[in-house]
């Protein structure tokens, strides 16, 4: 059984800031989580799916879309087997489902790459 709850979403005014949580669990992840690579993706009404942030199981490296690039934050706690999106300036164009996955890569950007995926959060910012 494997879990990736994803939580922190909600409303906020453009220019605001939230902070994303991930929690990982299950077997698969029990004692493992910090040999996953982690990344955010997201889904705006009417869009496809995309990348937004990833870290790798060693947090020594962070990839980032353009769009979010010097505004989102990604982190993660192993010990808590949790996978962070700190997200400051936003704006109404980020509103959309954000959902957090785990791969067997070291680190990656594409979702196909990823093997498990959260249920999602939803993130509104109004202007």
């Known amino acids: 059984q494997v879990q990736l709850v994803e939580s922190g979403g909600g409303l906020v005014q453009a220019g605001g800031s939230l902070r994303l949580s991930c929690a990982a669990s299950?077997?698969?992840?029990?004692?493992?989580?910090?040999?996953?690579?982690m990344g955010w993706f997201r889904q705006a009404p009417g869009k496809e799916r995309e990348f937004v942030a990833a870290?790798?199981?060693?947090?020594?490296?962070?990839y980032y879309a353009d769009s979010v690039k010097g505004r989102f934050t990604i982190s993660r706690d192993n010990a808590k087997n949790t996978v962070y999106l700190q997200m400051n300036s936003l704006k109404p164009e980020d509103t959309a489902v954000y959902y957090c996955?785990?791969?067997?890569?070291?680190?990656?950007?594409?979702?196909?790459?990823?093997?498990?995926w959260g249920q999602g959060t939803q993130v509104t910012v109004s202007s």
């Open positions: 996955a785990a791969t067997y890569q070291p680190i990656a950007t594409i979702q196909r790459q990823y093997n498990y």
């Open positions: 299950g077997r698969t992840f029990s004692g493992t989580f910090s040999s996953y690579g």
């Open positions: 870290i790798s199981w060693s947090r020594s490296n962070t």
